[in-house]
């Protein structure tokens, strides 16, 4: 029904297309315009045919291939908190995004292996000019990390430079950079029901170059959607097939992934919520609409709450659950979000690697095999007997991805000491011992040249739009 109501959407109602090369393009693949309105409207047999392009699965290629991430199939990919405009921590409380925030959150994400990939900026460093920022976060994404990262679909001139950015770093050429995607964007649809003009721009550039675009309406229930779970996944689903079928007219094949965000507001007073038992109802039932159209998925780690507290833990617990049960590929916002999406935390990221780590642990165990019965252990054993020695057991005693950056992660002066600290506290006192014994990736000085070259050209190209 959820899927019959959302091609019904596209048929009889429409997206508002704000672009108008955008538009033609559909047109000429068969769309049509609704006269009362303008918004494009496509059947469900050309939906679908666009669809049947999206690869299933793809790799998203790092500067460092140990980082190379599998989006699509049984993969489940953490990222950081992305793009909030302030950031906090218990030393100095909260304060607008800045570049030494930014650099300190990317170098926390490098120094965690769970954190697979960067899908957005940390925090939004806004001490730097709008119109050549983005050419400062794409130097730090590289020389700071070596981890695949995320361009702002904010026209095309910013995925230009970041796709000519990632291939100097890759130390690639142009036809290898389109065999071989990069670099992510996102495009969320002013819902309901609209595109607008430079998240378009964007998208279609990004799928000229092959490059995955990660389309998420920004649904939320009694705002911009139905109040029901049913309306607002039927709102999601057509909203983020439409856009992913623009995305094949440009290219087919061009790898694309299906983004869900739909979620509930106070409806006393039109706040957003995250985390609750809605929002996981929603995850759960995105994920089998992605994989009913064999689309990758993207979902979050999100919460309300405006500190790194209980309230904090419990929704994103909420949230982390339903995504690994999800198979979200792409698990956005897994470290660091608050304040539902308008501050990234410190002590937060540190809270959420905790989780993230142990939930990355339980990814094993989601397909079983006869190895995984432990027969033979169980024999070994007998009756009455332990399992603490067994080969069965040894050989799964790992700590892979349960990675203590600091060596003394517990190891405080004092029992007092230690059990008086709240959990943010002592998230404060790890995050800046990571920190300390943050070492950055290695990076050839001739590429990091060409690199602060290409920067310092475009800095003096780029005028202001204002």
Known sequence: MVHDGSMRILEEIGLDILHDGARDLMLSHGASIAPETGYVRMDRELVQEKLATVPTEFTLHARNP?????LGGNCINFTMVASPPNCSDLDRGRRSGNREDFSNLLRLGQSFNVVKLFSGYPVEPVDLPPHTRHLDAYLDFITLTDKAWHCYSLGQDRVDDALEMVRIARGIDEDTLKREPSLTTVVNTNSPLKVDRPMLDGLMRMAEWGQPVVVTPFTLAGAMCPVTLGGALAQQNAEALGVIAITQMVRPGAPAMYGGFTSNVDMRTGSPAFGTPEYARAVLAGGQLARRYGIPYRTSNVNASNAPDAQSAWESEMSLW???????NLVKHSGGWLEGGLCASFEKFILDMEMVQMMHETLQFIEVTEDDLGLEAIREVGAGGHHFGTAHTMSRYRDAFYQPIVSDWNNFE???EQGALTADQRANRLFKQILSQYTPPELDSATRE???AY???????IRPDW
């Open 414 to 416: 004092t029992w007092q």
């Open 322 to 328: 339903s995504a690994v049960m999800a198979h979200g």
């Open 455 to 461: 920067v310092a050209r475009r800095r003096e190209e």
């Open 66 to 70: 140990v980082h190379d991430a599998c």
């Open 450 to 452: 060409e690199l602060e």
